[in-house]
């Protein structure tokens, strides 16, 4: 399906005919892991990423493409060295590939329902370094925290089903299984 080199537009068309053509997010999720991959690696999207942090930020957002109907949402991410999130859920389904540097994702485990929000019986899950090249896919279910462990900046390429602002995603709170809104 990719050529060389794979340019970032022939990424978005394909994940605009593989986004039509599955309906099943695991089989979607295999498909698109290794496009993204070869996308990342290409850099043909690459920013100059000499933006600053929002304030009491730390991490850097370098958006680099979103359908008209939300759809599609495609980012790079720079991690500032401590930087570390919130554990959270994105409603849609993603996939985050390394670039420069290695992160740190927790997966995490959850025994209630989301919506509930309390009584979520949260526990800490695998733990993946995703360094450049690697490629971590989450379904819609998945529940995620992100952290940078190195003295550097990390860059990361993330791609989900819809944009983040559109999907009601939660933050959760591990110490008292509850779970609010994330914005
Ligand atoms: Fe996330």
């Known amino acids: 399906m990719s050529q060389s080199p794979y340019r970032f537009s022939a990424f978005v068309?394909?994940?605009k005919k593989m986004t039509r053509d599955t309906a099943n997010e695991d089989v979607l999720l295999q498909r698109i892991a290794p496009l993204a991959q070869e996308a990342?690696?290409?850099?043909?999207?690459?920013?100059?990423?000499?933006?600053?942090?929002?304030?009491?930020?730390?991490?850097?957002?370098?958006?680099?493409?979103?359908?008209?109907?939300?759809?599609?949402?495609?980012?790079?991410?720079?991690?500032?060295?401590?930087?570390?999130?919130?554990v959270h859920n994105h409603n849609t389904w993603a996939v985050a590939v390394g670039v420069e540097g290695c992160e740190t994702h927790t997966l995490w485990?959850?025994?209630?329902?989301?919506?509930?929000?309390?009584?979520?019986?949260?526990?800490?899950?695998?733990?993946?370094?995703?360094?450049?090249?690697?490629?971590?896919?989450?379904?819609?279910?998945?529940?995620?925290?992100?952290?940078?462990?190195s003295q550097q900046n990390t860059v990361s390429?993330?791609?989900?089903?819809?944009?983040?602002?559109?999907?009601?995603?939660?933050r959760f709170f591990p110490e008292t299984n509850t779970a609010g809104p994330y914005y």
């Open 13 to 15: 068309n394909d994940l």
């Open 40 to 86: 990342a690696l290409s850099q043909d999207w690459h920013t100059d990423h000499t933006g600053e942090p929002a304030p009491e930020e730390d991490f850097i957002l370098s958006p680099l493409h979103l359908e008209d109907d939300n759809s599609l949402y495609i980012v790079a991410i720079t991690w500032l060295p401590g930087a570390i999130t919130p």
């Open 109 to 149: 485990e959850i025994s209630g329902q989301p919506e509930q929000r309390k009584d979520l019986g949260l526990s800490r899950g695998k733990v993946i370094s995703v360094g450049r090249g690697d490629v971590l896919t989450m379904t819609s279910r998945g529940i995620h925290s992100v952290e940078n462990r």
């Open 157 to 170: 390429f993330h791609v989900y089903g819809k944009s983040l602002l559109h999907t009601n995603r939660l």
